[in-house]
């Protein structure tokens, strides 16, 4: 009877730790797919940031070819005037030679007269249609004037936006060291360089608190500054990462890094979600060799990339 009582008590202890571990192993089979899900969605993202990437950079070659284009037809039209006026001139001189060749044979053959009244009348007219012209790239050249005046005026603004914006956020990053994370400007944008120490562990994701501090410092300058379109790249060096989880490699772990810095800016309710893209680059856009510890230190970082809106700057330009 004894026997039967411990196979009895042996055979629940079995049953109740086989339904412990079915209920683990489906929370984490959870856990798994919903990773995977986000995965996914975060690869869509990179593909969509990637191609507004390069919208943005073809923007900006557009921008420079323009202002170029402007003020080498702004040069083209300065000298265009100068001929005419020249013509003009000449024209002008023989104008009043012919006069005074007309005074001096008044009382000579009306055949002579007439002829050099002809010839007065077909200058005449030919200095009216060199006027008209000349008047015509006057207005042309002071309407290209005005744009270029306009542009270059709306280009300081924007520098002087940059700048401030460039004060603004170091200011609000004081607290925070040289090594821990760095402010620049970079062709008009401002660039908020986080060490992968003030951020994350090695091969995490997760921010630590005095990061999640310097995130939350910098979305008070932002939410203060809506026409700020604001970029969050995850960079890695070039040492493998071989995960069996949802982030596989180092494409992934650039992407949940991004975005998990994303999230965090996104907690002020002021900063509209949409000025935000949220992008994984990898160990393909280095700032030292990787040969080193130091260089590798130096590419493990998460950037957020500040930029100006140019919507007004592309009017302007597509105007002219």
């Given at each position: 009877?004894?026997?039967?009582?411990?196979?009895?008590?042996?055979?629940?202890?079995i049953?109740?730790?086989?339904?412990?571990?079915?209920?683990?192993?489906?929370?984490?089979?959870?856990?798994?797919?919903?990773?995977?899900?986000?995965?996914?969605?975060?690869?869509?993202?990179?593909?969509?940031?990637?191609?507004?990437?390069?919208?943005?950079?073809?923007?900006?070659?557009?921008?420079?070819?323009?202002?170029?284009?402007?003020?080498?037809?702004?040069?083209?039209?300065?000298?265009?005037?100068?001929?005419?006026?020249?013509?003009?001139?000449?024209?002008?001189?023989?104008?009043?030679?012919?006069?005074?060749?007309?005074?001096?044979?008044?009382s000579?053959?009306?055949?002579?007269?007439?002829?050099?009244?002809?010839?007065?009348?077909?200058?005449?007219?030919?200095?009216?249609?060199?006027?008209?012209?000349?008047?015509?790239a006057?207005?042309?050249?002071?309407?290209?004037?005005?744009?270029?005046?306009?542009?270059?005026?709306?280009?300081?603004?924007?520098?002087?936006?940059?700048?401030?914006?460039?004060?603004?956020?170091?200011?609000?990053l004081l607290?925070?060291?040289?090594?821990?994370?760095?402010?620049?400007?970079?062709?008009?944008?401002?660039?908020?360089?986080?060490?992968?120490k003030?951020?994350?562990?090695?091969?995490?994701?997760?921010?630590?608190?005095?990061?999640?501090?310097?995130?939350?410092?910098?979305?008070?300058?932002?939410?203060?500054?809506?026409?700020?379109?604001?970029?969050?790249?995850g960079?890695?060096?070039?040492?493998?990462?071989?995960?069996?989880?949802?982030?596989?490699?180092?494409?992934?772990?650039?992407?949940?890094?991004?975005?998990?810095?994303?999230?965090?800016?996104?907690?002020?309710?002021?900063?509209?979600?949409?000025?935000?893209?949220?992008?994984?680059?990898?160990?393909?856009?280095?700032?030292?060799?990787n040969?080193?510890?130091?260089?590798?230190?130096?590419?493990?970082?998460t950037?957020?990339?500040?930029?100006?809106?140019?919507?007004?700057?592309?009017?302007?330009?597509?105007?002219n």
């Amino acid at each position: 009877m004894r026997t039967v009582h411990k196979i009895l008590f042996f055979s629940g202890l079995i049953l109740l730790s086989s339904c412990v571990s079915m209920k683990q192993f489906n929370a984490v089979q959870d856990k798994v797919e919903t990773l995977t899900a986000e995965n996914d969605q975060l690869k869509q993202a990179k593909i969509s940031l990637e191609a507004r990437n390069a919208e943005l950079k073809s923007r900006n070659e557009q921008l420079s070819d323009k202002n170029n284009d402007l003020e080498s037809r702004l040069e083209e039209a300065l000298y265009n005037l100068n001929v005419q006026k020249q013509r003009v001139e000449s024209l002008q001189k023989e104008q009043a030679s012919l006069s005074r060749q007309l005074d001096a044979l008044k009382s000579g053959s009306s055949e002579e007269i007439e002829m050099l009244l002809e010839e007065l009348q077909a200058t005449r007219q030919n200095l009216n249609e060199r006027e008209d012209r000349l008047r015509e790239a006057e207005r042309e050249l002071e309407e290209r004037n005005e744009a270029l005046i306009e542009l270059q005026e709306i280009l300081a603004q924007q520098q002087e936006a940059v700048k401030k914006l460039k004060d603004k956020v170091t200011n609000a990053l004081l607290g925070f060291a040289s090594d821990e994370l760095t402010v620049h400007e970079k062709n008009g944008k401002v660039y908020v360089s986080l060490e992968e120490k003030l951020l994350f562990e090695t091969g995490q994701w997760n921010v630590d608190p005095r990061g999640q501090q310097a995130i939350r410092d910098l979305s008070s300058v932002l939410a203060d500054n809506p026409d700020i379109n604001i970029m969050v790249e995850g960079h890695t060096d070039d040492v493998p990462m071989r995960g069996s989880g949802a982030v596989k490699d180092n494409w992934d772990l650039s992407v949940m890094r991004a975005t998990a810095v994303t999230k965090i800016l996104t907690q002020n309710e002021n900063i509209d979600p949409s000025r935000i893209i949220a992008a994984g680059r990898s160990k393909y856009v280095p700032l030292a060799s990787n040969e080193t510890a130091e260089g590798r230190q130096m590419n493990r970082r998460t950037e957020i990339i500040l930029t100006p809106d140019i919507d007004e700057l592309l009017e302007i330009i597509e105007m002219n």
